[in-house]
């Protein structure tokens, strides 16, 4: 119904008046998005440096330096082109929907091959509660963050009437099903112990299964990354 770009400003423009929409847009602007583009280039850089140092943690100034390249050279591309950070989120997206794919397919095998021991008392732990609860919900708002993001770009969409509903509506049971997927493939080579352990969960479980081609998965996942910390810059700006 408001066709306008900037994400939640406007709606708040809208039904509250300028001074709330300003105050989102500044913590958006100082705090919120910068912290999640530097989240997400993190890691980026802890996957990338992962196969180079196995059976350790890489050290905090390689992971560091990684970051800073990634995020500068992505604020540099946005800067110079809109089509040039168009084509790198469209091939990023196919990539990471590649390695989704690949993960989801080696895990139905695993468990089709009867691997399902890891799902014997899967429930079994700490007594539930409403701070449990809440913490396991907050955890994972990070597979779906991104669900508001092409509301930034609504005056850039063709026919925002009808491609913003259907995009959404694709979208996020399509992230839902994936990640659901994705941690079932996880549990079929990974304890939860383990994999929460690991400081790399997709090479973790590419080590044991895809191996010798496990290099393709923190590949891909590095790209998945870069996918995520551009979609952020690009709709950052607007």
Request: net charge neutral; aromatic share 14%.
């Amino acid at each position: 119904m408001i066709t306008k770009s900037g994400g939640e400003y406007p709606y708040l423009m809208e039904a509250f008046g300028p001074i709330p929409a300003y105050l989102f847009s500044w913590a958006s602007l100082i705090v919120i998005k910068p912290s999640s583009f530097a989240i997400i280039c993190l890691s980026f850089a802890e996957y990338t440096a992962a196969p180079f140092y196995p059976g350790c943690d890489p050290p905090t100034v390689v992971i560091k330096c990684l970051a800073t390249a990634a995020l500068v050279t992505i604020t540099l591309v946005n800067a110079l082109s809109v089509k040039w950070a168009s084509y790198v989120q469209n091939f990023f997206a196919v990539a990471k929907m590649v390695i989704v794919i690949i993960i989801i397919v080696s895990g139905i095998v695993l468990l089709a091959q009867g691997n399902t021991k890891n799902f014997n008392n899967s429930f079994d732990g700490p007594p539930l509660s409403v701070g449990t609860i809440s913490l396991a919900f907050y955890n994972g708002l990070w597979a779906y963050d991104g669900w508001n993001q092409l509301n930034y770009i609504t005056e850039e969409l063709k026919d925002p009437y009808r491609n913003l509903p259907l995009s959404i509506v694709i979208g996020i049971p399509l992230v839902t099903v994936c990640y659901v997927l994705i941690n079932i493939s996880y549990f079929t080579v990974m304890t939860s112990t383990e994999l929460l352990q690991s400081p790399a969960v997709a090479v973790t479980f590419g080590d044991r299964v895809l191996y010798p081609a496990s290099w393709i998965v923190p590949l891909f996942v590095a790209f998945s990354t870069i996918g995520a910390a551009n979609g952020t810059c690009f709709t950052a700006g607007r």
